[in-house]
């Protein structure tokens, strides 16, 4: 074994303490940025596929409020819902019907749902499915039948108990019986003044000559947009095109930013390791000055001193290397059980 080597490796275990302290906190630093590198990269492919999976709903309506158009508007057509279809794969596509009764002081919204779409009432961004308070909504073994689904104002009003929902509850509209199957809360006067029908039948009875509101959820951010486009300038002063751009765009700057921070702190963990192992070295250097001046004076050559500083940094990033292949382990192991790792996927 070469001289420069004996003393390399003399010189490691000389301090034990001192060695064991540079070693195990590079093991740290080591294995820390080993975690924050793996989960970075691993982040990376799934916010990227989060990103391309963000939700994008567009409403569209005839040019006025609350779908129910203006002096100059027009409904949209019922082809529209085969068309829009045929726009991209994917895509779900709810036309609803919307019609406003006067009966004497009360003002009665009809809105009319195919089998399965949300209960979206007027006025109010959250589906009604889960503020239902007695029976049910339609559902895909209702087929054509005239059913109704009312708000608790409306039950009140007509005398409905929900004891009786089913065959024995009915609504007479246009002439002529609707079953009531359903009773909602929508916590509030307006709301619970609505009633929801089934689109086939409402559009038969009140003769409809078109929708007055198509709600489209597109699959992710890119195709929504591209869909919301396409449709403005295929609708453009028939209807009003509206998108949900502002919730895509802070889901997106929230994966952004989990994204950086992960990065960020991968570079922190890196120049951390690097300045450990560049201390480690300089307090070296510093404790064999006097004995580097010796050898020097007995002829040692820069070479051979080089060679030995090298090999004792060396080989203390290869045992705090090791040591941090340990931490990253265990690492990686607790994060695989914590709530982000679950909620992305990220490591099974």
Same mark, same amino acid.
């Given at each position: 074994?070469?001289?420069?080597?004996?003393?390399?490796?003399?010189?490691?275990?000389?301090?034990?303490?001192?060695?064991?302290?540079?070693?195990?906190?590079?093991?740290?630093?080591?294995?820390?940025? %080993?975690?924050?590198?793996?989960?970075?990269?691993?982040?990376?492919?799934?916010?990227?596929?989060?990103?391309?999976?963000?939700?994008?709903?567009?409403?569209?309506?005839?040019?006025?409020?609350?779908?129910?158009?203006?002096?100059?508007?027009?409904?949209?057509?019922?082809?529209?819902?085969?068309?829009?279809?045929?726009? #991209?794969?994917?895509?779900?596509?709810?036309?609803?019907?919307?019609?406003?009764?006067?009966?004497?002081?009360?003002?009665?919204?009809?809105? #009319?749902?195919?089998?399965?779409?949300?209960?979206?009432?007027?006025?109010?961004?959250?589906?009604?499915?889960?503020?239902?308070?007695?029976?049910?909504?339609?559902?895909?073994?209702?087929?054509?039948?005239?059913? /109704?689904?009312? !708000?608790?104002?409306?039950?009140?009003?007509?005398?409905?108990?929900?004891?009786?929902?089913?065959?024995?509850? %009915?609504?007479?509209?246009?002439?002529?019986?609707?079953?009531?199957?359903?009773?909602?809360?929508?916590?509030? #006067?307006? %709301?619970? !003044?609505?009633?929801?029908?089934?689109?086939?039948?409402?559009?038969?009875?009140?003769? /409809?000559?078109?929708?007055?509101?198509?709600?489209?959820? /597109?699959?992710?951010?890119?195709?929504?947009?591209?869909?919301?486009?396409?449709?403005?300038?295929?609708?453009?002063?028939?209807?009003?095109?509206?998108?949900?751009?502002?919730?895509?765009?802070?889901?997106?700057?929230?994966?952004?930013?989990?994204?950086?921070?992960?990065?960020?702190?991968?570079?922190?963990?890196?120049?951390?390791?690097?300045?450990?192992?560049?201390?480690?070295?300089?307090?070296?250097?510093?404790?064999?000055?006097?004995?580097?001046?010796?050898?020097?004076?007995?002829?040692?050559?820069?070479?051979?001193?080089?060679?030995?500083?090298?090999?004792?940094?060396?080989?203390?990033?290869?045992?705090?290397?090791?040591?941090?292949?340990?931490?990253?382990?265990?690492?990686?192991?607790?994060?695989?059980?914590?709530?982000?790792?679950?909620?992305?996927?990220?490591?099974?």
């Amino acid at each position: 074994m070469p001289t420069w080597l004996k003393r390399s490796l003399f010189n490691i275990w000389r301090k034990p303490f001192r060695t064991g302290l540079v070693v195990l906190f590079l093991a740290i630093v080591v294995g820390l940025f %080993t975690v924050m590198a793996t989960v970075n990269r691993l982040a990376a492919g799934q916010f990227a596929a989060l990103e391309g999976a963000l939700e994008s709903t567009i409403d569209v309506r005839p040019v006025g409020s609350l779908g129910l158009g203006g002096s100059r508007s027009r409904p949209l057509p019922f082809d529209l819902v085969a068309e829009i279809r045929q726009m #991209g794969n994917g895509l779900r596509v709810d036309p609803y019907l919307i019609r406003r009764e006067f009966q004497g002081e009360t003002t009665i919204f009809y809105v #009319g749902a195919q089998l399965g779409a949300p209960l979206l009432a007027v006025g109010d961004p959250e589906p009604m499915d889960a503020r239902i308070v007695a029976g049910r909504t339609f559902g895909s073994d209702d087929g054509d039948a005239p059913l /109704a689904v009312v !708000g608790l104002d409306v039950a009140r009003q007509f005398g409905i108990d929900s004891q009786e929902l089913g065959q024995n509850a %009915t609504l007479a509209i246009k002439g002529r019986d609707w079953r009531v199957i359903g009773i909602f809360d929508g916590g509030n #006067g307006f %709301t619970n !003044g609505q009633v929801f029908l089934t689109l086939d039948a409402m559009r038969e009875a009140f003769q /409809a000559q078109g929708l007055s509101r198509v709600v489209i959820q /597109a699959p992710s951010a890119v195709k929504g947009a591209a869909i919301a486009e396409r449709l403005a300038q295929r609708l453009a002063g028939q209807a009003d095109v509206v998108t949900n751009k502002p919730a895509v765009a802070l889901a997106q700057a929230s994966l952004a930013g989990i994204s950086g921070a992960t990065q960020t702190g991968a570079l922190v963990f890196f120049i951390a390791g690097a300045l450990v192992i560049m201390g480690a070295m300089v307090l070296t250097f510093r404790d064999q000055h006097r004995e580097i001046g010796i050898e020097k004076a007995l002829g040692a050559s820069n070479g051979i001193l080089a060679r030995r500083l090298l090999t004792e940094s060396v080989l203390l990033s290869v045992c705090g290397g090791l040591g941090g292949l340990v931490v990253a382990w265990l690492g990686l192991t607790v994060y695989a059980r914590s709530w982000t790792s679950i909620k992305f996927g990220l490591i099974e």
